[in-house]
């Protein structure tokens, strides 16, 4: 059974940080491009970063600069690192895996972990 677990999420005063970390099990870590998305409240969910098995990534424009994915492979673990934290980057994120061989055809998400930004 595939699991994906996030966790550091929390309230932080803006200009703050947060690393997020996300623990897979039960899938071949190695072959899955792993993703962060967040929903804000009212909005639909959107991808925040993606890394690659082989480590490149990339961005949504608002927080490149500010965030920083990475992966352990030997750990089975992607983290987001967030600096330089807004009230607008409140919101709920979540940790996406998909298989770079299309199979299985379709992600799987974690239950998310909440990111609140006071200015």
């Known amino acids: 059974q595939v699991q994906l677990v996030e966790s550091g999420g929390g309230l932080v005063q803006a200009g703050g940080s947060l690393r997020l970390s996300c623990a897979a099990s039960g899938l071949d870590f190695s072959i899955n491009a792993m993703g962060w998305y967040y929903r804000a409240p009212g909005k639909q969910r959107e991808l925040v970063a993606q890394?690659?098995?082989?480590?490149?990534?990339n961005y949504k424009d608002s927080v490149k600069g500010r965030f920083t994915a990475s992966r352990d492979n030997a750990k089975n673990t992607v983290y987001l690192q967030m600096n330089s934290l807004k009230p607008e980057d409140t919101a709920l994120y979540y940790c996406?895996?998909?298989?770079?061989?299309?199979?299985?055809?379709?992600?799987?998400w974690g239950q998310g972990t909440q990111v609140t930004v006071s200015s």
């Open positions: 996406n895996a998909r298989s770079v061989t299309g199979s299985p055809p379709y992600p799987y």
């Open positions: 890394i690659t098995p082989g480590g490149r990534t």
